[in-house]
């Protein structure tokens, strides 16, 4: 690790930890901002600090003991601020689209720290377009459901369900997922099934347009565990530590899944290519792969959340599905129960996005919120509770990460209907070099992506 890898550790871990948030917890109960750390270096100060330890015991600037926030500030605040600094200063130095990467991470960082010490009442209040243009690159704005909504009317109009009568579309939406509920009980054998799926799907329909020495690397090494009363939906938790005896990755993760939530099997089926494959665990294990071989930097190692690089990894988490069915479009797919699940996934994210709207930028209450939710956007009551809650509400989530799934997806599909896949697919998957919503335009550009599979 050198002192620029340094640096970066210690700004990521050192916000992570302010928030309250423990990297090295197999948990997605005790991770937070960072989601990853598998580079096998030491862990730097920002999280070995005993004042570290005690402040992520306190649930950091959000939890009830304000003297361990004074002791942590004190003691690393400064060390924080100049590594922030210090990532300005290689961003400048290394240029290219890796400097530009780095840049907008030290943006987002930034803006994590000002929302740390607001939250304190250390800082002055952080505007709510700032947070969003900070995660996503742009300013906020409303979803527009409509469009969706009015296909997933039609779509159960030619399944049998009545939309006009009493309770219009949601009513039949909550009918169509009733009669195709996942039993939480047997999530474990769903998601092996599924998973075996998706992963044929794409040694069709992916692995043949990426660099060959991808092929090896697994994608989907993951153990579905449910769990109760979480205050998330799911959890994917991504470890890759573990080695075999050789010393190279196992690429392994988690995911935790609320045994509360009510899915059709088709919302399922969307889960588990956002979740695992083609969407998070295959993308980080194809960083993780890149980061061994030397082709990208550390920062690969220490990814983070309420960043650009996280708005792009939702993008690609939700068009895996199409991804691996090899199409641009949710009408395109083969099942139009499927296609069902996938708009009701993705007015769920349009929910996100609604929800820190309407929370932050039209200061709407929590039940006003919850029923534009339930109505607008189809989710059921326990998602319309969460994001109006819970998520919504929550002082950094709710005003950078909430907003990151809309703009990511958009972001992809229109990538993916813009470039051809030998294009557009290796960039996305890292080997163009690490890249986030606004830098992966540039990187789809360079000559050596015009469309030729990379040997």
Not at 220 to 240: C, Q, R
């Amino acid at each position: 690790m050198n002192q620029a890898d340094l640096s970066i550790a210690n700004a990521i871990l050192g916000i992570d930890t302010l928030w309250g948030g423990d990297v090295m917890c197999a948990s997605g109960t005790g991770r937070f901002i960072a989601d990853s750390w598998f580079s096998d270096e030491p862990l730097p100060a920002a999280y070995t600090h005993p004042a570290a330890a005690r402040l992520r015991a306190a649930g950091g600037v959000t939890g009830k003991d304000s003297t361990a926030v004074a002791d942590y500030v004190r003691e690393m605040g400064t060390e924080i601020i100049r590594s922030m600094d210090a990532i300005n200063v290689e961003a400048r130095r290394v240029g290219g689209l890796r400097g530009s990467f780095l840049e907008g991470l030290n943006i987002c960082l930034t803006t994590m720290w000002e929302l740390a010490m607001e939250t304190t009442g250390k800082g002055n209040r952080v505007p709510y377009e700032k947070s969003v243009q900070a995660s996503t690159g742009r300013a906020p704005e409303p979803s527009q459901p409509e469009k969706k909504r009015e296909r997933v009317a039609e779509l159960l109009g030619k399944a049998g369900y009545q939309t006009a009568g009493a309770g219009g579309i949601l009513a039949a939406g909550d009918q169509w997922r009733r009669e195709r509920i996942v039993p939480m009980a047997s999530v474990r054998a769903l998601s092996t099934a599924v998973i075996a799926n998706m992963n044929e799907l794409c040694a069709t329909n992916l692995v043949r347009y990426l660099p060959a020495e991808l092929a090896r690397v697994p994608r989907a090494n993951i153990a579905f565990l449910p769990i109760k009363d979480a205050w998330f939906s799911g959890s994917m938790n991504y470890i890759g530590r573990a080695r075999t005896p050789e010393g190279k990755p196992k690429y392994e993760a988690t995911y935790e899944i609320n045994a509360s939530l009510q899915m059709s099997f088709p919302e399922f089926e969307h889960l588990v290519s956002h979740e695992v494959v083609p969407g998070h665990v295959t993308t980080f294990a194809y960083l993780q792969d890149l980061y061994v071989r030397g082709v990208i930097g550390f920062e690969a190692t220490v990814l983070t959340m309420n960043t650009r690089a996280a708005t792009l990894f939702e993008g690609i988490a939700n068009n895996a599905i199409l991804i691996a069915h090899g199409v641009t479009e949710v009408d395109q797919l083969p099942d139009e129960d499927l296609q069902i699940g996938v708009l009701l996934a993705l007015l769920q994210d349009d929910a996100k996005n609604e929800a820190s709207y309407l929370t932050w930028g039209e200061n709407t209450t929590k039940e006003q919120v919850a029923a534009i939710l339930r109505r607008d956007y189809l989710v059921t009551e326990e998602r319309a509770d969460k994001l109006s809650g819970a998520w919504g509400r929550h002082p950094l989530l709710g005003r950078m990460y909430l907003p990151a799934y809309r703009r990511g997806t958009e972001k992809v599909a229109e990538l993916r209907r813009k470039y051809p896949p030998a294009q557009v697919l290796p960039v996305l998957y890292g080997a163009a070099g690490l890249v986030d919503s606004e830098t992966i335009d540039a990187a789809c550009a360079q000559p050596s992506f015009s469309g030729q599979r990379i040997a």
